[in-house]
C-alpha cells in the first residue's frame, strides 16, 4: 500500500487529496488533512474517483464511427489513424472554404480550458464555443471592466482576519463542492465564524441555518435587489467615504441614478418586504469587514452583467474591496508563468487571432461583451447554414445535447456536420454522434500545474494511474497543432514540457513541483492604494468609461426577465409557476456521474423541488411523478415537497440522461429540463438565458 498526494478535479479542482494505492491500482481517495485548501475536505464527486477510472462502460481506445450516426457501430483504430484524419481534415478546411468553418466546443473550466481555445484561435477559427456566457465568464467581465480583476472572498484569513459579514448571493457551493477556488469547508468555516451572515436565494440552501437574514426573492430579480441595496447605503450615509472619495470615480453619477431604485419599489419586484431589503442593507454597510459569494444565478439571467456590476458596487461602496477579510484580489506565486485565464488573457491565443477572421464568427458583433461563439447562434448557424454552415466541429469535454439549450436543434447540427470529433469518458448522447472518439484521461491519469480559479496558489497534480490508451486532452492538442505546423502557439514538444516551462522561472521542474505539493503567493491588502486599479482612470469605476465607449449602459440597470408574472402576466396565467433550474447537485457535476453506482444511490432520478402548499393545490404527492410544461415543451420528474422554496417557484433539476438505457439518446427525451426552453430575448450583453427565471406549470403525469 502507499498514499500519493495530489489534486483533485472531480469538479473545480480546489481539494488537495491522498490517493491510497495497493500496487497500481487505486483503492480510495481521500481529503487531505495537510493541505492549506481543503484541510482535509472531500466531496462526494472526489471519493467516486476510483469508480470513473475503472467504470466497466468506460471507453479506453480512439474509435472511428462504421455505420450511420447514432448506430453503435464502432471501429477501434489507433491514436496515428485518428490524429492523422484530424490533421488532414482541417488541412484541407483550411484550404477550402476557410478556417472558419471549423469549430471548437468545450465545457466546464477543466485542465483542457487553456488549450482548447488556444487551438482554435491559432488555427484561425472565430467559432469557439462553451457554457460560458451563462457560466462565471459575465462576473469576471464586469470585473475587469470595473475594477480589473475579479474580487473573491477573504475566507482563508491571510491577513488575520475572517469576514464578520458573509453574504451568500445564489450560490450553494458549501452543498456542492468548490466554487471560485475554494471548497464547500473552507466556506463553512468561515460562516461558523461570521457574526452576519446573509443569504439571497429563493431556496433554502444550507448555509441557510445560519443567516440573519434570508432574503428569499423571485428567481430573475436579483438586480433590483442589488440596485436597492445600493439605494439604501447611498441615502442613509453607511458608504465607506474614504475609499470612495479616494479611490473610486463617479460616485456623484451613481448616486443620482439609484435614485429611483427605493425598496419600496424593488419589494413588489422581488416579491421581499421592504424592510428585510433595508434591513439587509444596513447590516451588510455596517459589519465590516464583509465578503460577498456570488454563484450562477447571477449568470443565468437576461440581465447578468448589469446585475453583475450592481454586486461589484455594492462591495465597492462599503470599502470592503480588498481588505483582509474582504472581497480580495489575489496574489499568485512568483515565478510560475500565470496560465488562468482570468489572470491572463495571451494563454487563450487570442494573439492568434486576426481581426478579418473575428468579423467572420458566425455571430460576429450580436452580444459585444460574449467572450466566446454565442452558444444558441453557434449551433443554429450549423442546423440552418445562416450565416454559413460549418463543416466540422471538435467538442472537448461536454455533452451540449444535455447541457445546453435548443437540444433538437443541435441535434440536427450534429447530424449536418461532416467531421465530428468527440473527447470524453464515454459515448455520451452527444458522443454517439460523433465520428472520432477519442478517449480522454480522468484527473487521476493526469499532470499538472493547477491554479485556473485559484490564483493565490498553484497545486501539483500528480498521475497515479493510465487505463489503456486514454490521453490527456492538452497532450492530444500539442501532437495535433505540431501535425498542423502551429509551432508558434504550441512550442512546447510535449505536454511535460510545457509544465517545466511554466515553472521554470521557480527554479524547479515539474517532478520537484510534485515534491512541494502546492506554491503560494504573498498575499498583500489595499493594493490600490499605491498602485490604483487597472482601469482607464486608475479608479475603481462606479460608472465605467469602457462600457460608456462601447455604447453600453455605463451605470448598472436592472431588465426584468422576459417571461416573467411581470412582463408577461398573461402567459403567467396559464404558466403560473417560476421554474428556476441550473442548481448543483452534490453527486454529479453537470451532466457527469450519473453512471457511477454510489454516487446515483444519492439521487437516483431527476427531481423537482416543489413548496408543499404548491403541490397540494395540483394533487402532487412527494415522491410523485410530475409533468413540467413550458410553451416549447414538457419533460416528467419526481416531485420533492419542501418548504425551503417559494410557494410560487419549481427548482428542476438539470442535465439528466440515464446510461443505463438504451443508446444513442440513453433517455435523454425525458427529463433533460433544457428542452423546456426555446427562443427568448437573450442578455444584450453578454447573450446569457434566462434559465433561473422562466414560466412553468406542473401537473401529475399519471
Avoid at 102 to 113: D, K, L, N, V
Avoid at 302 to 322: E, K, P
Avoid at 530 to 554: D, H
Avoid at 669 to 693: H, I, M, Q, W
Amino acid at each position: 500500500m502507499k498514499v500519493v498526494r495530489t489534486a483533485c478535479r472531480g469538479c473545480h479542482g480546489v481539494c488537495q487529496v491522498l490517493v491510497h494505492m495497493d500496487g497500481e491500482r487505486v483503492v480510495k481517495v481521500t481529503g487531505d488533512p495537510e493541505s492549506p485548501t481543503g484541510r482535509g475536505y472531500l466531496c462526494p464527486k472526489g471519493a467516486a474517483a476510483p469508480d470513473l477510472l475503472y467504470h466497466p462502460d468506460r471507453v479506453t481506445y480512439p474509435m472511428r464511427r462504421k455505420g450511420p450516426r447514432g448506430s453503435g457501430d464502432w471501429e477501434r483504430v489507433s491514436w496515428d489513424e485518428a490524429l492523422s484524419e484530424m490533421a488532414g481534415r482541417l488541412a484541407d478546411l483550411k484550404q477550402d472554404p476557410g478556417t472558419e468553418y471549423f469549430g471548437m466546443a468545450q465545457g466546464t473550466g477543466r485542465p483542457y480550458t487553456n488549450f482548447t481555445s488556444r487551438f482554435a484561435h491559432a488555427y484561425g477559427t472565430p467559432n469557439f464555443t462553451g457554457v460560458a456566457h451563462l457560466c462565471y465568464m459575465p462576473r469576471w467581465l464586469a470585473s475587469v471592466h470595473t475594477l480589473g480583476q475579479l474580487p473573491i472572498c477573504d475566507f482563508y484569513g491571510f491577513g488575520g482576519t475572517t469576514p464578520r459579514c458573509i453574504v451568500i448571493w445564489g450560490c450553494n457551493v458549501t452543498e456542492t463542492g468548490a466554487s471560485d477556488g475554494m471548497c464547500g469547508g473552507t466556506v463553512e468555516r468561515a460562516i461558523r465564524q461570521a457574526e452576519k451572515v446573509i443569504i439571497v436565494d429563493p431556496r433554502r440552501v444550507k448555509p441557510t441555518r445560519d443567516a440573519d437574514h434570508w432574503l428569499q426573492l423571485r428567481p430573475g430579480s436579483d438586480g433590483a435587489l442589488a440596485l436597492a441595496m445600493i439605494n439604501t447605503i447611498i441615502g442613509e450615509g453607511l458608504w465607506d467615504r474614504e475609499f470612495v472619495e479616494g479611490y473610486t470615480a463617479g460616485f456623484e453619477e451613481l448616486a443620482a441614478h439609484v435614485e429611483p431604485f427605493t425598496p419600496a419599489w424593488a419589494a413588489p419586484i422581488t416579491g421581499l418586504e421592504e424592510s428585510e431589503i433595508v434591513e439587509a442593507a444596513r447590516a451588510y454597510a455596517t459589519c465590516a469587514p464583509a465578503a460577498m459569494l456570488w454563484g450562477n444565478a447571477v449568470d443565468m439571467s437576461a440581465c447578468n452583467y448589469q446585475t453583475a456590476r450592481s454586486l461589484l458596487i455594492l462591495r465597492a461602496i462599503t470599502g470592503n474591496i480588498d481588505r483582509p477579510g474582504g472581497d480580495v484580489l489575489w496574489v499568485p506565486p512568483e515565478g510560475v508563468r500565470q496560465r488562468s485565464l482570468f489572470m491572463n488573457l495571451e494563454v487563450a491565443g487570442l494573439q492568434f487571432l486576426t481581426k478579418d477572421k473575428v468579423g467572420r464568427a458566425v455571430d460576429a458583433g450580436t452580444y459585444p461583451l460574449c467572450a466566446i461563439t454565442h452558444a444558441p447562434t453557434f449551433w443554429r448557424s450549423i442546423a440552418t447554414g445562416d450565416p454559413y454552415r460549418m463543416r466540422a466541429l471538435w467538442i472537448v469535454g461536454s455533452n451540449p445535447l444535455l447541457t445546453q439549450t435548443h437540444s433538437d436543434e443541435i441535434e440536427r447540427a450534429l447530424d449536418a456536420l461532416e467531421f465530428t470529433v468527440v473527447s470524453d469518458f464515454f459515448l455520451t448522447p452527444t458522443a454517439q454522434r460523433a465520428d472520432l472518439f477519442l478517449p480522454a484521461a480522468t484527473w487521476l491519469e493526469q499532470d499538472d500545474v493547477a491554479n485556473l480559479h485559484k490564483i493565490w496558489c498553484v497545486l501539483a497534480r500528480k498521475s497515479v494511474a493510465r487505463l489503456g490508451e486514454v490521453r490527456d486532452d492538452r497532450d492530444v492538442i500539442i501532437e495535433l497543432a505540431h501535425r498542423l505546423g502551429l509551432e508558434e502557439a504550441f512550442p512546447w514538444p510535449d505536454l511535460r514540457s510545457y509544465f517545466d516551462w511554466v515553472l521554470q522561472e521557480t527554479g524547479m521542474d515539474f517532478d520537484e513541483f510534485c515534491e512541494r505539493g502546492i506554491l503560494t503567493g504573498e498575499m498583500r491588502y489595499h493594493k490600490y492604494r499605491e498602485s490604483g486599479f487597472v482601469t482607464p482612470t486608475g479608479k475603481l469605476e462606479l460608472r465605467s468609461t469602457i462600457l460608456e465607449a462601447m455604447g453600453l449602459e455605463p451605470l448598472p440597470v436592472y431588465r426584468e426577465p422576459p417571461m416573467s408574472p411581470v412582463s408577461t402576466p398573461d402567459l403567467a396565467r396559464e404558466y403560473p409557476l417560476v421554474l428556476t433550474t441550473g442548481a448543483k447537485i452534490r453527486g454529479f457535476f453537470h451532466s457527469e456521474g450519473r453512471q457511477i453506482e454510489r454516487l446515483r444511490r444519492r439521487n437516483p432520478e431527476p427531481l423537482v423541488e416543489i413548496h408543499p402548499e404548491t403541490a397540494a393545490d395540483l394533487g402532487i404527492e412527494d415522491g410523485g411523478c410530475v409533468r413540467i410544461e413550458t410553451p416549447e415543451g414538457s419533460v416528467e420528474m419526481v416531485a420533492r415537497l419542501t418548504d425551503g422554496i417559494r410557494r410560487d417557484t419549481v427548482c428542476a433539476q438539470h442535465a439528466w440522461w440515464f446510461p443505463e438505457e438504451p443508446p444513442p439518446d440513453h433517455g435523454r427525451r425525458r427529463s433533460s429540463v433544457n428542452a423546456l426552453f426555446g427562443d427568448t430575448e437573450y442578455d444584450p450583453d453578454t447573450g446569457s438565458e434566462p434559465l433561473k427565471c422562466s414560466l412553468c406549470r406542473v401537473r401529475k403525469a399519471h
